[in-house]
Protein backbone atom coordinates (compact mmCIF):
# COMPACT_ATOMS: atom_id res chain seq x y z
CA UNK A 1 0.00 0.00 0.00
CA UNK A 2 1.03 3.81 -1.03
CA UNK A 3 -0.13 6.88 0.94
CA UNK A 4 0.47 10.23 -0.37
CA UNK A 5 -0.05 13.53 1.32
CA UNK A 6 -0.16 16.86 -0.45
CA UNK A 7 0.60 19.78 0.25
CA UNK A 8 0.98 23.65 -1.25
CA UNK A 9 -2.77 24.58 -2.69
CA UNK A 10 -4.48 27.81 -2.22
CA UNK A 11 -5.63 31.00 -3.98
CA UNK A 12 -3.84 32.62 -5.77
CA UNK A 13 -4.34 35.79 -8.45
CA UNK A 14 -4.01 34.97 -12.01
CA UNK A 15 -0.43 35.51 -13.14
CA UNK A 16 0.88 34.02 -9.90
CA UNK A 17 2.86 31.31 -8.50
CA UNK A 18 2.08 28.02 -6.30
CA UNK A 19 4.26 25.20 -5.96
CA UNK A 20 2.80 21.83 -4.81
CA UNK A 21 4.34 18.61 -3.21
CA UNK A 22 3.07 15.41 -2.48
CA UNK A 23 5.38 12.52 -0.54
CA UNK A 24 5.01 8.97 -0.64
CA UNK A 25 5.37 6.31 2.01
CA UNK A 26 4.84 2.89 2.23
CA UNK A 27 5.51 0.01 -0.48
CA UNK A 28 7.33 2.20 -2.79
CA UNK A 29 8.60 0.30 -6.30
CA UNK A 30 11.99 1.39 -7.31
CA UNK A 31 10.88 2.22 -10.57
CA UNK A 32 7.97 4.24 -10.24
CA UNK A 33 5.54 7.38 -11.95
CA UNK A 34 4.21 10.38 -9.87
CA UNK A 35 2.43 12.57 -11.09
CA UNK A 36 -0.16 15.18 -11.05
CA UNK A 37 -3.70 15.40 -12.15
CA UNK A 38 -6.63 17.96 -11.46
CA UNK A 39 -9.98 17.85 -11.98
CA UNK A 40 -12.04 21.13 -12.20
CA UNK A 41 -16.39 20.85 -11.32
CA UNK A 42 -18.34 19.07 -13.77
CA UNK A 43 -15.13 18.25 -15.95
CA UNK A 44 -13.41 14.95 -16.05
CA UNK A 45 -9.95 14.47 -14.06
CA UNK A 46 -7.36 15.28 -16.64
CA UNK A 47 -3.29 14.65 -16.82
CA UNK A 48 -1.57 18.09 -15.59
CA UNK A 49 2.22 16.34 -15.77
CA UNK A 50 4.16 13.05 -14.64
CA UNK A 51 7.39 11.96 -14.01
CA UNK A 52 9.10 9.17 -14.11
CA UNK A 53 12.06 8.15 -11.30
CA UNK A 54 14.09 7.96 -14.12
CA UNK A 55 13.67 11.19 -14.93
CA UNK A 56 11.18 11.21 -17.79
CA UNK A 57 8.31 13.71 -17.61
CA UNK A 58 5.35 14.09 -19.64
CA UNK A 59 3.05 17.32 -19.18
CA UNK A 60 -0.45 18.52 -20.72
CA UNK A 61 -0.45 20.76 -23.76
CA UNK A 62 -2.44 23.37 -21.38
CA UNK A 63 0.77 23.65 -18.70
CA UNK A 64 4.00 23.21 -21.09
CA UNK A 65 5.76 26.39 -20.06
CA UNK A 66 4.40 27.35 -17.17
CA UNK A 67 4.29 24.30 -14.78
CA UNK A 68 7.25 22.54 -13.97
CA UNK A 69 7.18 18.67 -12.39
CA UNK A 70 10.33 17.78 -10.40
CA UNK A 71 10.94 14.95 -7.84
CA UNK A 72 13.30 14.49 -4.90
CA UNK A 73 13.41 10.29 -5.05
CA UNK A 74 15.60 10.16 -1.40
CA UNK A 75 12.41 11.52 -0.19
CA UNK A 76 9.59 9.93 -2.55
CA UNK A 77 8.68 13.45 -3.33
CA UNK A 78 7.25 14.98 -6.30
CA UNK A 79 6.82 18.71 -6.94
CA UNK A 80 4.91 21.06 -9.10
CA UNK A 81 5.91 24.23 -9.78
CA UNK A 82 3.05 26.28 -11.29
CA UNK A 83 3.98 29.77 -12.66
CA UNK A 84 1.95 32.08 -14.90
CA UNK A 85 -1.60 31.28 -13.39
CA UNK A 86 -4.85 31.63 -15.27
CA UNK A 87 -8.46 31.14 -13.95
CA UNK A 88 -8.49 28.01 -15.87
CA UNK A 89 -6.30 26.32 -14.15
CA UNK A 90 -8.80 26.10 -11.04
CA UNK A 91 -9.18 22.54 -9.84
CA UNK A 92 -8.90 20.14 -7.05
CA UNK A 93 -5.33 18.86 -7.60
CA UNK A 94 -4.62 15.33 -7.14
CA UNK A 95 -1.26 13.29 -6.76
CA UNK A 96 -0.94 9.86 -8.54
CA UNK A 97 1.59 6.88 -7.99
CA UNK A 98 2.08 4.40 -10.45
CA UNK A 99 2.63 1.26 -10.82
CA UNK A 100 -0.01 0.56 -8.02
CA UNK A 101 -2.75 2.79 -8.53
CA UNK A 102 -2.87 5.20 -5.57
CA UNK A 103 -4.07 8.76 -5.61
CA UNK A 104 -3.61 11.87 -2.62
CA UNK A 105 -6.53 13.39 -1.20
CA UNK A 106 -6.82 16.34 -3.27
CA UNK A 107 -5.41 20.31 -3.21
CA UNK A 108 -7.40 22.79 -3.71
CA UNK A 109 -6.09 25.63 -6.48
CA UNK A 110 -8.28 28.93 -7.30
CA UNK A 111 -7.13 31.73 -9.16
CA UNK A 112 -8.80 34.75 -9.19
CA UNK A 113 -9.10 36.94 -12.26
Known amino acids: QVHLVESGGGLVQAGGSLRLSCTAS????????MGWYRQAPGKQRELVAI???????DYADSVKGRFTISRDNAKNTVYLQMGSLKPEDTSVYYC???????WGQGTQVTVSS
Open 96 to 102: HYKPTDY
Open 26 to 33: GSIFGFNV
Open 51 to 57: MTSTGTT
